[in-house]
């Protein structure tokens, strides 16, 4: 048990000095962005105030959150330290919301803001960055949240469970875990409505509609469909979200306008629809799927085992 303990001390003390040792790298980071850029530009008044707030959002709150924090670790208190610091947890999750908004705000002021262009130019500069760009750096506090799930539970697992920090430490985690998903959230929403949108361009013409709150893009991919009479096998690109499964074939590659896009050539609703393995289930050469609808079976073949494995696996996942 005393080995134990001592292990668990060794590995606890080299975890809070890493923690703390990266705490101040990434304050000082923190500090350069509001220094060389917030508060001059406050001062010189180079953005609007209603600018300055939608591009850098709550970074002095998150600068300030952090400093408490670091000075509670220089002194060893762990445990008051990380009550004070979970009060301010939600601000990295406001910060995930307002990045992408952010990013598209500082985009504009570069194109349309000449004095702005040439300040941000100017400041990136500065041997503190590294010839990194203020783009680079404005993604640091969710860095950072995704660094502080590592070494609080790095801590949680060297700390005795009868102490008063382990039940801190514990309830740190879990906010700091709910905080992190939510995070991750923002950006798959936004991954999703990005795969969306490029489907809904490659599709010739505008009656399938792609764009529709709630649904979640899941795989594409090339797959032979067997006619049901005789006829030869046709390959077709497949989308396959998580309500609809849509067959396509391109264009002709010498069409004025659409010669890079896809023609819809069918749509098939899932929420009625079961999903069978015909052939594959070896690791022979390929494989065939049947998807049956209410008034149709869709039979779709791979020569590739991997390919129809992971299109069994999607197709039945969002089906069930």
Same mark, same amino acid.
């Given at each position: 048990?005393?080995?134990?303990?001592?292990?668990?001390?060794? /590995?606890?003390? $080299?975890?809070? #000095?890493? @923690?703390? =040792? *990266?705490?101040?790298?990434?304050?000082?980071?923190?500090?350069?962005? +509001?220094?060389?850029?917030?508060?001059?530009?406050?001062?010189?008044?180079?953005?609007?105030?209603?600018?300055?707030?939608?591009?850098?959002?709550?970074?002095?709150?998150?600068?300030?959150?952090?400093?408490?924090?670091?000075?509670?670790?220089?002194?060893?208190?762990?445990?008051?330290?990380?009550?004070?610091?979970?009060?301010?947890?939600?601000?990295?999750?406001?910060?995930?919301?307002?990045?992408?908004?952010?990013?598209?705000?500082?985009?504009?002021?570069?194109?349309?803001? /000449?004095?702005? $262009?040439?300040? #941000?130019? @100017?400041? =990136? *500069?500065?041997?503190?960055?590294?010839?990194?760009?203020?783009?680079? +750096?404005?993604?640091?506090?969710?860095?950072?949240?995704?660094?502080?799930?590592?070494?609080?539970?790095?801590?949680?697992?060297?700390?005795?469970?009868?102490?008063?920090?382990?039940?801190?430490?514990?309830?740190?985690?879990?906010?700091?875990?709910?905080?992190?998903?939510?995070?991750?959230?923002?950006?798959?929403?936004?991954?999703?409505?990005?795969?969306?949108?490029?489907?809904?361009?490659?599709?010739?013409?505008?009656?399938?509609?792609?764009?529709?709150?709630?649904?979640?893009?899941?795989?594409?991919?090339?797959?032979?469909?067997?006619?049901?009479?005789?006829?030869?096998?046709?390959?077709?690109?497949?989308? +396959?979200?998580?309500?609809?499964?849509?067959?396509?074939?391109?264009?002709?590659?010498?069409?004025?306008?659409?010669?890079?896009?896809?023609?819809?050539?069918?749509?098939?609703?899932?929420?009625?629809?079961?999903?069978?393995?015909?052939?594959?289930?070896?690791?022979?050469?390929?494989?065939?799927?049947?998807?049956?609808?209410?008034?149709?079976?869709?039979?779709?073949?791979?020569?590739?085992?991997?390919?129809?494995?992971?299109?069994?696996?999607?197709?039945?996942?969002?089906?069930?």
């Amino acid at each position: 048990v005393e080995d134990q303990r001592a292990r668990w001390e060794r /590995k606890r003390s $080299r975890t809070a #000095k890493e @923690l703390l =040792e *990266t705490e101040h790298k990434y304050l000082e980071q923190l500090d350069w962005v +509001l220094t060389y850029f917030v508060t001059i530009l406050k001062a010189k008044g180079t953005l609007k105030p209603a600018v300055l707030e939608t591009i850098f959002g709550p970074l002095e709150s998150l600068y300030s959150a952090s400093h408490a924090l670091s000075l509670h670790l220089e002194k060893g208190n762990l445990g008051p330290g990380l009550e004070n610091f979970c009060q301010s947890l939600d601000l990295y999750g406001h910060y995930a919301e307002q990045l992408e908004q952010a990013n598209k705000t500082l985009k504009e002021q570069l194109r349309k803001n /000449k004095s702005f $262009r040439h300040f #941000k130019k @100017l400041q =990136e *500069t500065r041997p503190q960055f590294q010839g990194r760009k203020l783009e680079d +750096l404005l993604p640091l506090p969710l860095q950072r949240l995704h660094q502080y799930k590592h070494f609080f539970r790095d801590l949680l697992e060297n700390t005795s469970p009868d102490t008063a920090e382990y039940h801190q430490l514990a309830k740190t985690v879990k906010s700091v875990c709910e905080v992190s998903h939510w995070v991750q959230d923002i950006f798959d929403k936004k991954e999703n409505s990005l795969q969306l949108l490029r489907v809904q361009k490659l599709l010739k013409g505008q009656k399938t509609q792609i764009l529709t709150p709630g649904r979640w893009y899941i795989r594409e991919g090339w797959l032979l469909v067997v006619p049901s009479k005789g006829e030869e096998l046709k390959r077709r690109m497949f989308f +396959l979200f998580s309500d609809i499964l849509i067959a396509a074939k391109p264009c002709h590659p010498l069409h004025l306008l659409n010669s890079n896009k896809m023609a819809c050539q069918a749509v098939y609703p899932l929420h009625q629809c079961s999903v069978d393995k015909v052939f594959g289930h070896t690791w022979s050469q390929g494989g065939l799927l049947s998807l049956s609808f209410p008034h149709k079976t869709l039979l779709l073949m791979s020569s590739n085992q991997q390919e129809i494995n992971d299109w069994y696996r999607s197709l039945t996942a969002v089906v069930r």
